[in-house]
């Protein structure tokens, strides 16, 4: 997994990817909860790099990375941070900014400029931001923002640095072939056959003669403690404040009424809109498809005509077209009468005219009418207002010293302890119940506590009730008993000591081998039934062709040099295979083989690859790029809570 990352980090198609094409890196990164907080400490202008005269603050990073590890961990859900930052995600992800940005400031200084049309132009090509009928979608874009926690302006400076880089890096790769002269010596290889041995001695023939005392088998165990260790478990007790323990509740002709005068706008009449909408790049196109309207009506017809679009919008309110649009728009077109064209008007996505088609009014709704309603939602506010407050008066209880069991008495709510629990929230027991989901929540929460520590309340998992907790029985992490591992405390430390033997003996094997006996007369030094030698006669296709994950021995065969010998140690103490590398055969292959020409294919793009990563190289040396590796460990160090 970590070498994934590392080959995804430092490949040279995966920077070009990453640089030479719109990938809305703010969209891909950003999540949705990292715009709310504080950054602890470290300023968020400090810089982690700077880029020519540009910076990278310190804030800016925190997200990018913050971004990338939520989306690694929705596909690795077990991912933690320290696996995501050993992958080369500290690097990385720095690197792929740094890179980004000086291939735009390098553009900058060169004259490429990248227009606000064209910028709106990429946005409507955004899947993302299509509706159903594949058109650009206003609702479907503010949505997508709001969910990630974006602004405009961040995924417009995104596409602008995007667009920059792939017009500079393309053109860089256009052409590139690989060399047939190379490509025929990697396709040669194809047919490259390889003749050897593989030998096996295995640790098992040494470990039935081991003899191991309690002594040993107890220093084994120390020194292999954490294999052999259960993780901790908790009992969680805890107890539930629901709505049960209140006393009824019913909204008053009062409180209804005075709900009613302060929501006044929700009952009050609505004006719902239905408009024709027409963006374009700049305000001279707007006045001129303007200017060619005899009548609103040929709005969608003259823009046919000009190879444009039209697209319907619909507005319950105010608040939904500016929503979808802008407050400047929005005013416009509620200034607008029916069947006449506002605009134009400056609107997010250039210069927009809306065709206002249809307006529909509607009538006040008096309290008569939305008491039962008002009663409802007045009732359910009394409720979860009662709840809130018998929670924080238990919090009090507890902060006076208060144990759970008596906060529980006097509310009259049922004290639980559950099984116990695996930090993750599943039972150590696999023969034991389900874990209720109100305790699943806080189960984190108990692992971090201390011993001995007060209880604590929280919001339930249905976000209606509350939850007192507190670790009841602490079963550290620890080794079974002795007694009960100890059989497998004895196979393992004969396997072990068994390879050590079995290691020794490949090597006088393996130096025989050297001195010139075949594998097979070798493997006679070993005064022990060992299982034959295995001939080997494969060649690289038969080998790259098994479609399944190839053995070690012949992998490392197909790596060694003709006539040589190596041990390679088998997984999980198994054994050592002795791997003998008599001779290789290449055969000659046609000019016109297929062969070739497919060589040629597959490894053209690597060689466009490199030539986007030569120039991103060299543009960064021109522009200038500097980090602040203090800067740099400060925020890993909040990140991954090392502070």
Do not use: C
Request: charged share 25%; proline share 5%; aromatic share 6%.
């Amino acid at each position: 997994m970590i070498q994934g990352f590392r080959k995804l980090f430092q490949s040279p198609i995966g920077l070009v990817l990453t640089l030479g094409f719109v990938g809305l890196i703010a969209l891909a990164f950003a999540s949705a909860d990292i715009t709310g907080s504080g950054f602890g400490g470290i300023a968020g202008g400090e810089r982690v790099a700077t880029v020519g005269s540009e910076r990278i603050s310190t804030s800016t990073y925190r997200e990018t990375l913050n971004g990338a590890y939520e989306r690694a961990r929705a596909e690795n859900p077990g991912l933690t941070w320290q696996e995501f930052l050993d992958g080369g995600a500290t690097d990385g992800v720095l690197d792929q900014m740094t890179e980004r940005l000086a291939v735009f400031a390098f553009a900058k200084e060169n004259g490429v400029r990248i227009g606000d049309s064209l910028i709106g132009s990429e946005l409507t090509q955004i899947p993302a931001f299509q509706g159903p009928d594949g058109q650009f979608s206003q609702e479907m874009y503010q949505a997508a923002l709001q969910q990630r926690g974006l602004s405009e302006k961040l995924v417009r400076e995104d596409l602008e640095q995007g667009l920059a880089a792939r017009m500079m890096l393309i053109p860089a790769q256009i052409g590139s072939q690989f060399p047939e002269k190379m490509a025929r010596q990697y396709a040669r290889l194809l047919n490259e056959t390889r003749h050897g041995s593989v030998a096996f001695v295995p640790s098992s023939i040494f470990a039935a003669d081991i003899k191991a005392t309690d002594e040993q088998l107890r220093s084994y165990l120390s020194a292999n403690r954490s294999r052999y260790s259960l993780p901790e478990r908790r009992t969680v007790r805890y107890a539930i404040i629901d709505r049960s323990g209140l006393s009824d509740v019913a909204a008053t002709d009062a409180e209804i009424a005075d709900y009613y005068k302060n929501n006044r706008d929700e009952y009050a009449g609505s004006e719902q809109r239905v408009m024709t909408q027409l963006v374009l790049p700049t305000e001279a196109a707007a006045n001129a498809v303007l200017s060619d309207l005899s009548s609103p009506a040929q709005m969608a017809a003259v823009a046919r005509e000009k190879g444009l679009a039209t697209t319907q919008v619909s507005a319950e309110s105010r608040a939904d077209l500016s929503a979808k649009t802008s407050p400047a728009v929005t005013q416009a077109v509620y200034d607008t009468a029916q069947g006449a064209v506002a605009g134009p008007v400056r609107g997010p996505l250039g210069w927009y005219l809306m065709r206002v088609d249809s307006i529909t009014r509607t009538n006040d709704r008096p309290l008569a009418a939305v008491r039962d309603e008002i009663a409802g939602i007045v009732t359910e506010d009394k409720r979860r207002q009662a709840l809130a407050e018998l929670a924080s008066e238990a919090e009090n209880e507890l902060n006076s010293g208060a144990s759970l069991q008596e906060v529980a008495k006097s509310l009259n709510a049922e004290v639980a302890t559950t099984e116990a629990l695996l930090e993750n929230g599943q039972p150590f027991d696999q023969g034991a119940g389900e874990v209720p989901a109100q305790v699943q929540r806080v189960v984190q929460n108990v692992f971090a506590m201390e011993p001995g520590s007060d209880a604590q309340i929280a919001i339930a998992a249905d976000g209606e009730s509350y939850i007192l907790y507190e670790p009841a029985d602490i079963t550290p992490s620890a080794p079974p008993p002795f007694d009960q591992i100890k059989p497998a405390l004895e196979a393992a430390y004969k396997q072990e000591q068994g390879s050590k033997k079995a290691s020794a003996a490949a090597d006088k094997v393996l130096a025989a081998i050297r001195k010139g006996q075949t594998p097979a007369e070798a493997m006679k030094l070993i005064d022990k039934n060992t299982p034959p030698v295995s001939p080997v006669d494969m060649s690289r296709q038969e080998l790259v062709g098994a479609q399944q994950q190839v053995p070690p021995p012949l992998a490392l065969m197909f790596s060694m040099a003709k006539g040589s010998a190596k041990k390679l140690e088998a997984p999980r103490d198994a054994g050592w295979f002795i791997v003998d590398l008599d001779r290789i055969d290449t055969k000659d292959i046609a000019k016109d083989d297929p062969l070739v020409a497919a060589t040629v294919r597959q490894l053209g793009p690597a060689v466009g690859g490199e030539m986007g990563e030569q120039l991103t190289r060299a543009i960064q040396a021109d522009v200038g790029v500097t980090k602040n590796q203090t800067a740099i460990d400060a925020v890993i160090a909040q990140l991954t809570g090392n502070r």
